[in-house]
């Protein structure tokens, strides 16, 4: 029997990218799930790939709201105990950045920025652990965060993003640190590039998201491994930490799953 056939997992931000695929990987293995988003047509998407991977229709709970929305957050959790009556895994995937097309660097993008981009990547996080927790202690679960390779300490074109991201995973250590004392593992996936709808999500418009694409191509020529991400690449380490069977050692930690970019770029800083 899979580890997860029987287990109830809640993805946020399951309807597109990387959320999507490990959405569709824990249907694969048999789990029950509640998928959130808050595009509706996307998110049926989602659900029919989760069926196609062999989910029954009743073993997923289809939700749609913005995570920014402690009613919402508060909602998800309960009605994934009202229908499944437990919970195994919480993957806090729902992110966005908000991109300044202005040209304006650093400090000079708007406050408002900021506190979107806390909202959406760290706040969410933490209102929704609230809520999560309680049952999470029960099943004796596991919380995989999705944070960022560009959490890390360099000049970033989303500076309010790497905060968010860099506070994400001080975020996961607090947690990881205390929740093991009531069972639950906490961890995080710090992807680097991984081919999404990411810059559409967080406001790029079809033009520049073109533009952005061009850059990504010359991009991924620099990263060692020779290509960006896919989202199942993450799914797959997702499952992997949300897995007592194979990483109940692995606590508190973040696997930056990058190709190889940050390595290079620690080699390029220091001119090897
Ligand atoms: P996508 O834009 O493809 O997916 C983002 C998902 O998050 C969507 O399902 C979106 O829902 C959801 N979401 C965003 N904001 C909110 C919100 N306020 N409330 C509810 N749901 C929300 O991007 P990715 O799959 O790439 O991003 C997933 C995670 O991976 C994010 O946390 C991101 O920061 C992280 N990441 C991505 C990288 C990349 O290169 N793609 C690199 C490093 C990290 P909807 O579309 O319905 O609004």
Redesign the pocket.
């Known amino acids: 029997m899979n580890f997860f056939s029987e287990k109830v997992a809640i993805v946020?931000?399951?309807?597109?990218?990387?959320?999507?695929?490990t959405a569709a990987l824990f249907a694969k293995e048999g789990a029950k799930l509640t998928i959130?988003?808050?595009?509706?047509e996307?998110?049926a998407e989602?659900h029919k790939l989760c069926i196609d991977a062999g989910a029954k229709g009743e073993d997923i709970l289809q939700l749609?709201?913005?995570?920014?929305?402690a009613a919402?957050c508060e909602q998800f959790v309960r009605k994934t105990i009202e229908k499944f009556g437990q919970l195994d895994v919480l993957v806090?995937?729902?992110?966005?950045?908000v991109f300044d097309f202005t040209g304006k660097t650093g400090i000079e993008q708007p406050l408002s920025n900021y506190d979107t981009t806390i909202?959406?990547?760290v706040r969410?996080i933490i209102r929704i652990c609230k809520f999560a927790v309680p049952h999470l202690e029960k099943s004796k679960g596991a919380i995989v965060n999705?944070?960022?390779?560009?959490s890390s300490p360099f000049i970033s074109p989303v500076p309010y993003?790497a905060m968010a991201?860099a506070a994400l995973d001080q975020l996961t250590v607090q947690m990881a640190g205390t929740l093991i004392k009531r069972g639950i593992r906490v961890n995080s996936v710090?992807?680097?590039?991984?081919?999404?709808?990411?810059?559409?999500?967080?406001g790029a418009t079809k033009d520049m998201m073109e533009q952005m694409m061009d850059t990504m191509a010359d991009y991924a020529k620099t990263i060692p491994l020779g290509r960006?991400?896919l989202?199942e690449d993450?799914g797959k380490i997702i499952l992997f930490l949300a897995d007592r069977s194979q990483s109940e050692i692995i606590i508190g930690q973040r696997i930056v799953a990058d190709g190889g970019t940050l390595l290079m770029n620690s080699l390029l800083s220091q001119n090897i």
């Open positions: 946020t931000g399951s309807s597109n990218g990387i959320g999507r695929a959130t988003g808050r595009n509706e996307t998110l989602t749609i709201g913005d995570v920014r929305d919402f806090n995937n729902a992110g966005a950045a909202d959406v990547n969410s999705v944070s960022s390779m560009g993003y991201k710090n992807p680097g590039a991984v081919a999404t709808n990411f810059a559409v999500t967080s960006t991400g989202p993450i």
